[in-house]
């Protein structure tokens, strides 16, 4: 029986706006378009004016506190007089990550999401005009410590790097397959502290990466001592020579 | 969290689709998401009514369909059925494969309602 207008059958028929509507009369309008539609056309929209700027954009994404800022601030100082760095920054709140940057040597730009904990494409084109796009060779767009919202967000971004620090578990992969599964590349961070911790082990997170069938490169760093900061580098100057390669997103049906 | 955002995306959309058919009311929205498309059904559920209060798609019924994760094996061509971390050929246990289904993030299909016959 229908819990609502008590009719014999519950299907069949439903309850809109205080009437009645039987659904044999109905009709069915096939869509077929992407949840993010919106989102997914400024991402579109984004990659133009990156595209457009020969700019190489790539969207640093972890868990807070994997080391991201702090990367980026030895990223910016190794590369100083031979690459024009940019960053965004999402936070909730504070513009403490791009006050470092801004010390680091490179323009900044702070996006404080309030509450929000993803940065979407149209945030990230507010961002990018305030920007001297000409003047950039590579925007580290560096979102909101997370790991669930910000993987399901196409920014405009060509390549994505996921953050790991050796503080987090090295299961991480395991727990958070969409996250990882967007990776074009994961970064181990902090590795100078892996012996103060003990138990994480570099071969596992990586088994469990590759679990989640992503071919893509892992590499090992410490933004500390600068151990692994050259193959960092090196990637970094390999995408960029590679060029600027369309719509790095693999979802859009 | 960021089921809300989602649901202004799908209620976007299925006012497009209403607009398109004067005199209509929105009773269905069928979404299909994959496993791997970082989107929680049940929490889309939750949020989909409260988002859709005053629009043209209150009172309408949220469907999702959940296709499974299936990888294609790039070695030995299997097809498996998986679990969302574990994208392994069953027959040769590689991590080479290709996904078939399980990240589909999108709306498959609006209901609509003439109004004319709706007030009969």
């Known amino acids: ?253 | 969290m960021h089921e809300l955002a989602i649901c202004q995306s799908i209620l976007r959309q299925a006012a497009d689709v209403a607009a398109a058919h004067p005199a209509s009311v929105v009773t269905r929205v069928t979404l299909r998401i994959g496993p791997l498309a970082g989107v929680e059904p049940h929490l889309l559920r939750a949020a989909f009514p409260l988002a859709a209060a005053g629009t043209c798609c209150a009172g309408a019924l949220l469907a999702i369909k959940t296709p499974p994760v299936r990888v294609e094996c790039q070695l030995c061509g299997t097809v498996s059925r998986v679990r969302p971390n574990r994208l392994l050929c069953f027959a040769c246990g590689t991590w080479r494969v290709a996904l078939l289904e399980g990240d589909e993030m999108r709306i498959e299909s609006v209901d609509l309602f003439e109004r004319e016959i709706a007030n009969v």
């Open chain 1, 1 to 253: 029986m229908c819990d609502v207008c008590g009719c014999a059958t519950a299907t069949g028929h439903v309850h809109v706006a205080g009437a009645i509507l039987h659904t044999e009369h109905g009709r069915n309008v096939e869509v077929m378009q992407a949840l993010l539609r919106g989102n997914d056309q400024q991402a579109a929209h984004n990659r133009a004016h990156f595209n457009a700027a020969g700019v190489l954009v790539v969207n640093l994404m972890s868990s807070p506190g994997a080391g991201k800022t702090s990367l980026l601030e030895a990223t910016i100082r190794a590369l100083r007089g031979r690459l024009k760095i940019a960053v965004i920054e999402g936070d909730l709140e504070t513009d403490n990550d791009a006050r470092r940057i801004r010390g680091a040597g490179a323009q900044a730009v702070q996006i404080t999401t309030g509450s929000a904990c993803h940065l979407d494409a149209a945030m990230v084109h507010a961002a990018l005009h305030t920007l001297a796009l000409r003047d950039v060779d590579i925007l580290f767009i560096e979102n909101v410590g997370n790991l669930v919202c910000p993987a399901s967000f196409d920014l405009g971004q060509h390549r994505n790097v996921v953050l790991l620090s050796v503080t987090e578990g090295d299961d991480k992969p395991q727990k958070y397959p969409v996250m990882f599964r967007a990776a074009d590349l994961l970064a181990i961070t902090k590795t100078d502290l892996t012996a103060a911790v003990g138990d994480f082990q570099v071969l596992r997170a990586l088994r469990h990466f590759r679990h989640l069938a992503n071919p893509g490169p892992m590499l090992e760093v410490s933004a500390r001592t600068g151990a692994g900061m050259a193959a960092w580098l090196g990637w970094l100057a390999a995408e960029r020579e590679a060029g600027r390669p369309a719509a790095a997103r693999r979802q859009v049906d």
